[in-house]
């Protein structure tokens, strides 16, 4: 009843010879599991105290005239804290979903000038009144995908925007054609990233300025679960990004990915 999984990999010698190697990863594929169940069980277990703790911080911050400012200040604290903890606790059982099932069961056409909408206006609410967004559908074709999955990769990367650009910057979300079906993209005129944190910035945890991160609140998370969320839809990320000039986070969905334009085409283009 135990099944072998093996791994192989094979070399070729000029025409007509070839080295085939086997290797047995069995053992590491059940660690690799065990690990993601955890992770998945450790999450869900702690959110019901979280629930219980941020509940009772709620009601005693209803009654801060009622306390010693200490203790009102430290309750503030707490609550801060909890729900840092209720964020990450979130995303990481968000992320080791995702790990865990190949996806694909809700896929369908996608309404993305009104998700992108949306978005915005949530990251219109976060950001401190002085950043200008801008909502740019060029693409007709509709993408078919998770709604869910993909509002989650979309908002993560427009709130790092709205947390990691500055003040008075532009950020722009587009629906657009790409040379290998379509991207959404998410761009920004802020402080930009060092060219050599970009290829490590998808993994968990993984934070240019940790200090600063953790201010902003991010719960170092986000990329990991942007990434998860492509590779589920047969979809990469591709980082364009210098200091000082800005950067733009691009999901590209190869054209398998898009559903024929609707009937009805957009005004635009009749
Ligand atoms: P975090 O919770 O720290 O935001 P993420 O995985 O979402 O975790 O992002 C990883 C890191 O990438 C961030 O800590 C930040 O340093 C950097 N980063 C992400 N988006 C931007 C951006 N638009 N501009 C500059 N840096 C960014």
Request: charged share 25%; net charge negative; glycine share 8%.
């Given at each position: ?34 690990r ?22 709620e009601t ?5 005239d009622?306390?010693p ?38 896929d ?5 000038a ?14 401190s ?54 991207c ?40 990991a ?46």
């Open positions: 009843d135990e099944q072998m999984i093996l791994q192989f990999q094979i070399t070729l010698y000029g025409d007509d010879e070839r080295l085939v190697m086997a290797r047995d990863i069995t053992r590491l594929h059940r660690l690799e599991q065990m993601r169940d955890f992770v998945a069980n450790v999450s869900h277990e702690l959110r019901t105290p979280l629930t219980v703790l941020s509940g009772y911080l005693y911050s209803g009654m801060a009622q306390l400012g200490r203790m009102s200040r430290g309750i503030e604290q707490m609550r801060g804290q909890t729900t840092r903890m209720q964020n990450l606790v979130n995303d990481l059982l968000l992320l080791s979903r995702l790990e865990i099932d190949q996806g694909g069961q809700d369908a056409p996608l309404e993305l009104s998700m992108m909408d949306n978005i915005r206006r949530d990251a219109e609410a976060l950001s009144g002085s950043q200008h967004f801008e909502v740019i559908i060029d693409e007709a074709r509709r993408l078919v995908g998770s709604e869910k999955e993909i509002h989650s990769a979309l908002s993560n990367l427009v709130f790092n925007a709205v947390r990691y650009a500055g003040e008075d910057r532009h950020i722009r979300l587009r629906w657009a054609s790409h040379a290998d079906g379509a959404l993209e998410v761009a920004d005129d802020g402080e930009g990233i060092d060219p050599h944190h970009i290829p490590r910035l998808t993994e968990r945890f993984y934070r240019v300025d940790k200090g600063r991160s953790t201010a902003t609140g991010g719960t170092g998370l986000g990329l679960i942007v990434k998860h969320v492509l590779l589920r839809h047969q979809a990469w990320l591709e980082i364009d990004s210098h200091p000082g000039a800005g950067a733009t986070f691009r999901c590209v969905f190869p054209r398998e990915r898009l559903a024929s334009a609707e009937s009805e085409a957009p005004a635009a283009l009749t």
